[in-house]
Nanobody, 121 residues
Framework: QVQLVESGGGLVQPGGSLRLSCTAS????????MGWYRQAPGKERELVAA???????NYADSVKGRFTISRDNAKNTVYLQMNSLKPEDTAVYYC???????????????WGKGTLVTVSS
């Protein structure tokens, strides 16, 4: 069993910043990639940013230049630094990881329960 736990969400004013964290725990051999998705009311879940264990990253066009994804492989943790936040960034942010199990060596996608980010004045 692998669990992903997110933290750092909250209420912030437009133009403000938040830093999200997600830590994976459980039976883990390795994590190939971790990322952040978000889902706003009435919209489909979308990829925000992702990063491989080697450090390669991708961003949605809507957040390029404002968000930065990073990771600490030793801690099985991924971060999302969100700057210059806009009201349209309001969403539940979900952590995702592709994990190779330390028990079975199976590879699976895992999801956190989400953390709410609200950008409003």
């Amino acid at each position: 069993q692998v669990q992903l736990v997110e933290s750092g969400g909250g209420l912030v004013q437009p133009g403000g910043s938040l830093r999200l964290s997600c830590t994976a725990s459980g039976s883990i051999f390795s994590i190939a990639a971790m990322g952040w998705y978000r889902q706003a009311p009435g919209k489909e879940r979308e990829l925000v940013a992702a990063i491989t264990s080697g450090g390669s990253s991708n961003y949605a066009d809507s957040v390029k230049g404002r968000f930065t994804i990073s990771r600490d492989n030793a801690k099985n943790t991924v971060y999302l630094q969100m700057n210059s936040l806009k009201p349209e960034d309001t969403a539940v942010y979900y952590c995702n990881a592709f994990v190779w199990s330390g028990r079975s060596r199976d590879g699976m996608d895992y999801w956190g329960k989400g953390t709410l980010v609200t950008v409003s004045s």
